[in-house]
C-alpha cells in the first residue's frame, strides 16, 4: 500500500519550472534563492507545498529532464547550500518540497552512461539498454559515441539513453527480461538517488514518466507496478514522512504500484481532456467541458473519475492540476470568469490540487515562440513569471536578450502587483476559493464525493461532498447560456456562487437547479 503521511491530507501544491520564476542574480534564469524569496507569497496565497521541476546538473539538451548527476544542482539555479536553505526554510513554515525524479533515462553525459558506453565491460554495463553489433538503426536506437559497438535505446531524444528495467516481451537477442540481475541493479542506482535527496530533508517527488519504466510493458502495465513495488517498501520504511505523486493518468494502476498520488491528466485517460482544453490554443474546433461556447460534455470525465475514486479511495489521491510545463496555457479567449470557474472546480473536488506558476494571474500562451532547450510546443507554457509591470515584469534586471524565454509582449499582460490591488482578480479569487476549501471539512482532501448529475453534451455538472457531518453540493455551470439539473436532494441555503445567478426549486425527487449562464453555486445539504 502508498505511503501516505498525515501531511498530505491538507496539502496543496504549486509548480515551479525553476528557470522562470526570479532570477535574483541577473543572469536572465530563474533560481533558488528566487524561490527563497517568493516563499511570503506562496504561503499568502494558500499553499503548503512546492514541487520543483528539475534543477539538478545537466547539459540542459531537455530543459533538465536530461540529468547529468542528479546529486548536483546546476549552478545556473545555484548551489547545494542554497537547495538546503530552502529546504530549511520551507519546514520551519511548515511547507513541503517535492524534486522531479526521473527514472527512465539519464542523460548521455551521466557518468553511468559515459561507463557504459566503454567496450570493457563493467558494473555499468548493463545499466542502459543496448543492442547488438549488427542491429539495423532504427527510431528509438542512436549510435554510441564510445567505444562499445552497437546501438542504445533512448527515449525521447538522443541525448536521454534509457536506463533499463527490461522489456516485458522479449523479442531480441539483445533485449533484457524484466525482473534480471540487471534491472534489479538499475532499480538500486534509483532507490540511491531517492535516499540522497530524502536524507538532505526533501519530503518527495513528482515522478516523470512513471508508467513507461518497462518496455513493450502490457495493460495495466503490469511489470512497471512491479518495478515500483520493489523501489517503494525500503524508501518507505526508511522515510515514513516521504511521499511520491506519479505523472501516470491511471490512479487503479498508479496507487497499488505504491504512489500516494497520481495526476489525473490528458494521457492514459481519457476524461481530463474532456473537461480541459490544453491542446492548441488555436484550435477553434476543440469542444472542452470549460468553455462559454458549452460544446462539452462532462460525462466520459464524471465516468472515468468516479470509478477511479472509489477504487483508490483512502489508498491513495487524484491530482487535479490548473496546467503544468508540459501542455499549453488557457487560451487568450477565456475571460477571468472562465478561469475562475476551472478554478472553482478544480479546488472543491477531492484529491490534490496542483497549480502551476502563473496560473494564478491568468498567464497567457504565448504562440511563435522557438524551442529552446528542447521544450519544441511547450515553449509558450514556460515563459517567466510576470510579477509587476516594470522591466522584465520583474522577473529579471538582465537585458531582455539574455532572458531565458521572452516576457509575454502585450501592456495588458497580467502580473502580480496590480492583481493584488485588484480585489476581483483571479489572483485574489485562488485565495479566496483556497481559504473556503481549507474551511469547509467536505472540501478537502479526503472528503467523501459523488456525482449528482452528469449527462452526455449536457449542462451543467454537480456533485455532493461530504465529511466531518458538513455536506455539500456543487454545480458549475461554464457554458455561456441557462441551463438545469434535476437532483435526488433537497438542498439549503447557499454557501458560496461566482459569475451567474443560481436557483434550486423543490421537486417531487429532491430540487430543480436553474443555473443563470457562466454560474458556480455551492449549496449546504
Not at 494502476?253 to 489525473?264: L, N
Not at 511547450?378 to 522577473?395: I, V
Given at each position: 500500500?502508498?505511503?501516505?503521511?498525515?501531511?498530505?491530507?491538507?496539502?496543496?501544491?504549486?509548480?515551479?519550472?525553476?528557470?522562470?520564476?526570479?532570477?535574483?542574480?541577473?543572469?536572465?534564469?530563474?533560481?533558488?534563492?528566487?524561490?527563497?524569496?517568493?516563499?511570503d507569497?506562496?504561503?499568502?496565497?494558500?499553499?503548503?507545498?512546492?514541487?520543483?521541476?528539475?534543477?539538478?546538473?545537466?547539459?540542459?539538451g531537455?530543459?533538465?529532464?536530461?540529468?547529468?548527476?542528479?546529486?548536483?544542482?546546476?549552478?545556473?539555479?545555484?548551489?547545494?547550500?542554497?537547495?538546503?536553505?530552502?529546504?530549511?526554510?520551507?519546514?520551519?513554515r511548515?511547507?513541503?518540497l517535492?524534486?522531479?525524479l526521473?527514472?527512465?533515462?539519464t542523460?548521455?553525459?551521466?557518468k553511468?552512461f559515459?561507463?557504459?558506453?566503454?567496450?570493457?565491460?563493467?558494473?555499468?554495463?548493463?545499466?542502459?539498454?543496448?543492442?547488438?553489433?549488427?542491429?539495423?538503426?532504427?527510431?528509438?536506437?542512436?549510435?554510441?559515441?564510445?567505444?562499445?559497438e552497437?546501438?542504445?535505446?533512448?527515449?525521447?531524444?538522443?541525448?536521454?539513453?534509457?536506463?533499463?528495467?527490461?522489456?516485458?516481451?522479449?523479442?531480441?537477442?539483445w533485449?533484457?527480461?524484466?525482473?534480471?540481475?540487471?534491472?534489479?541493479?538499475t532499480?538500486?542506482?534509483?532507490?540511491?538517488i531517492?535516499?540522497?535527496?530524502?536524507?538532505k530533508?526533501v519530503?518527495g517527488?513528482?515522478v516523470?514518466?512513471?508508467?513507461s519504466l518497462?518496455?513493450?510493458?502490457?495493460?495495466?502495465?503490469?511489470?512497471?507496478?512491479?518495478?515500483?513495488?520493489?523501489?517503494?517498501p525500503?524508501?518507505?520504511r526508511?522515510?515514513?514522512q516521504?511521499?511520491?505523486?506519479?505523472?501516470?493518468?491511471?490512479?487503479?494502476?498508479s496507487?497499488?504500484?505504491g504512489f500516494?498520488?497520481?495526476?489525473y491528466?490528458?494521457?492514459?485517460?481519457?476524461?481530463?481532456?474532456?473537461?480541459?482544453d490544453?491542446?492548441?490554443?488555436e484550435?477553434?474546433d476543440?469542444?472542452?467541458?470549460?468553455?462559454?461556447r458549452?460544446?462539452?460534455?462532462?460525462?466520459?470525465?464524471?465516468?472515468?473519475?468516479?470509478?477511479?475514486?472509489?477504487?483508490?479511495?483512502?489508498?491513495?489521491?487524484?491530482?487535479l492540476?490548473?496546467?503544468?510545463?508540459?501542455?499549453?496555457?488557457?487560451?487568450?479567449?477565456?475571460?477571468?470568469?472562465?478561469?475562475?470557474?476551472a478554478?472553482?472546480?478544480i479546488?472543491?473536488?477531492?484529491?490534490?490540487?496542483?497549480l502551476?506558476?502563473?496560473?494564478?494571474?491568468?498567464?497567457?500562451?504565448?504562440n511563435?515562440?522557438?524551442?529552446?532547450e528542447?521544450?519544441?510546443?511547450?515553449?509558450?507554457?514556460?515563459?517567466?513569471?510576470q510579477?509587476?509591470?516594470?522591466?522584465?515584469?520583474?522577473?529579471?534586471?538582465?537585458?531582455?536578450?539574455?532572458?531565458?524565454l521572452?516576457?509575454?509582449?502585450?501592456e495588458?499582460?497580467?502580473?502580480?502587483?496590480?492583481?493584488?490591488?485588484?480585489?476581483?482578480?483571479?489572483?485574489?479569487?485562488?485565495k479566496?476559493?483556497?481559504?473556503?476549501?481549507?474551511?469547509?471539512?467536505?472540501?478537502?482532501?479526503?472528503?467523501?464525493?459523488?456525482?449528482?448529475?452528469?449527462?452526455?453534451?449536457?449542462y451543467?455538472?454537480?456533485?455532493?461532498?461530504?465529511?466531518?457531518?458538513?455536506?455539500?453540493?456543487?454545480a458549475?455551470?461554464?457554458?455561456?447560456?441557462?441551463?438545469?439539473?434535476?437532483i435526488?436532494?433537497?438542498?439549503?441555503e447557499?454557501?458560496y456562487?461566482l459569475?451567474?445567478?443560481a436557483?434550486?426549486?423543490?421537486?417531487?425527487?429532491?430540487?430543480?437547479?436553474?443555473m443563470?449562464?457562466?454560474?458556480?453555486?455551492?449549496?449546504?445539504?
Amino acid at each position: 500500500m502508498a505511503n501516505q503521511p498525515k501531511w498530505l491530507e491538507d496539502a496543496l501544491f504549486y509548480e515551479i519550472y525553476p528557470q522562470s520564476y526570479l532570477d535574483t542574480n541577473g543572469d536572465g534564469i530563474g533560481d533558488l534563492p528566487g524561490i527563497l524569496e517568493k516563499l511570503d507569497y506562496i504561503q499568502g496565497l494558500g499553499f503548503n507545498a512546492i514541487w520543483i521541476n528539475p534543477c539538478y546538473l545537466s547539459p540542459f539538451g531537455d530543459a533538465g529532464y536530461d540529468v547529468q548527476d542528479y546529486q548536483q544542482i546546476a549552478p545556473r539555479y545555484g548551489t547545494m547550500a542554497d537547495m538546503e536553505k530552502l529546504i530549511s526554510e520551507m519546514h520551519s513554515r511548515g511547507m513541503h518540497l517535492f524534486l522531479d525524479l526521473v527514472p527512465g533515462h539519464t542523460s548521455e553525459e551521466h557518468k553511468w552512461f559515459l561507463k557504459s558506453s566503454q567496450k570493457e565491460p563493467n558494473e555499468y554495463s548493463d545499466r542502459y539498454i543496448w543492442t547488438l553489433p549488427d542491429t539495423k538503426q532504427v527510431f528509438g536506437l542512436n549510435k554510441n559515441r564510445g567505444t562499445r559497438e552497437g546501438l542504445y535505446h533512448y527515449n525521447f531524444y538522443p541525448i536521454q539513453p534509457s536506463l533499463n528495467y527490461g522489456f516485458a516481451n522479449v523479442t531480441q537477442p539483445w533485449q533484457t527480461p524484466a525482473g534480471a540481475p540487471a534491472v534489479k541493479k538499475t532499480i538500486e542506482g534509483i532507490k540511491d538517488i531517492i535516499r540522497f535527496w530524502l536524507q538532505k530533508g526533501v519530503d518527495g517527488f513528482r515522478v516523470d514518466m512513471a508508467f513507461s519504466l518497462v518496455k513493450d510493458d502490457g495493460p495495466g502495465r503490469p511489470e512497471t507496478v512491479k518495478v515500483w513495488q520493489q523501489i517503494f517498501p525500503d524508501i518507505n520504511r526508511e522515510f515514513p514522512q516521504a511521499a511520491f505523486v506519479s505523472e501516470w493518468g491511471v490512479p487503479t494502476e498508479s496507487i497499488p504500484a505504491g504512489f500516494a498520488m497520481d495526476f489525473y491528466l490528458q494521457m492514459n485517460a481519457q476524461g481530463f481532456s474532456k473537461l480541459f482544453d490544453f491542446g492548441d490554443p488555436e484550435d477553434l474546433d476543440a469542444t472542452p467541458f470549460f468553455d462559454p461556447r458549452g460544446k462539452g460534455d462532462p460525462k466520459v470525465f464524471a465516468d472515468e473519475y468516479t470509478d477511479f475514486f472509489e477504487k483508490t479511495k483512502g489508498k491513495g489521491y487524484i491530482c487535479l492540476i490548473t496546467g503544468n510545463h508540459d501542455i499549453f496555457r488557457r487560451p487568450k479567449s477565456l475571460s477571468p470568469l472562465d478561469i475562475k470557474l476551472a478554478y472553482a472546480f478544480i479546488y472543491t473536488m477531492p484529491g490534490i490540487p496542483f497549480l502551476y506558476y502563473g496560473d494564478e494571474i491568468g498567464m497567457r500562451q504565448q504562440n511563435g515562440l522557438d524551442p529552446v532547450e528542447g521544450s519544441m510546443f511547450r515553449t509558450g507554457a514556460r515563459t517567466p513569471m510576470q510579477w509587476d509591470a516594470e522591466k522584465n515584469a520583474g522577473f529579471s534586471a538582465s537585458d531582455a536578450d539574455d532572458l531565458y524565454l521572452p516576457i509575454d509582449p502585450e501592456e495588458n499582460r497580467p502580473n502580480v502587483a496590480q492583481e493584488e490591488q485588484d480585489p476581483d482578480s483571479i489572483l485574489n479569487f485562488v485565495k479566496e476559493i483556497i481559504a473556503l476549501r481549507k474551511a469547509n471539512p467536505a472540501l478537502g482532501n479526503t472528503a467523501d464525493f459523488r456525482i449528482l448529475f452528469a449527462q452526455e453534451n449536457t449542462y451543467p455538472l454537480v456533485y455532493e461532498r461530504e465529511d466531518g457531518g458538513q455536506r455539500l453540493i456543487v454545480a458549475v455551470n461554464p457554458a455561456a447560456y441557462a441551463c438545469e439539473a434535476e437532483i435526488p436532494c433537497r438542498v439549503g441555503e447557499a454557501l458560496y456562487s461566482l459569475g451567474g445567478s443560481a436557483e434550486a426549486v423543490p421537486s417531487a425527487i429532491g430540487c430543480t437547479l436553474k443555473m443563470e449562464g457562466e454560474s458556480f453555486v455551492i449549496y449546504k445539504a
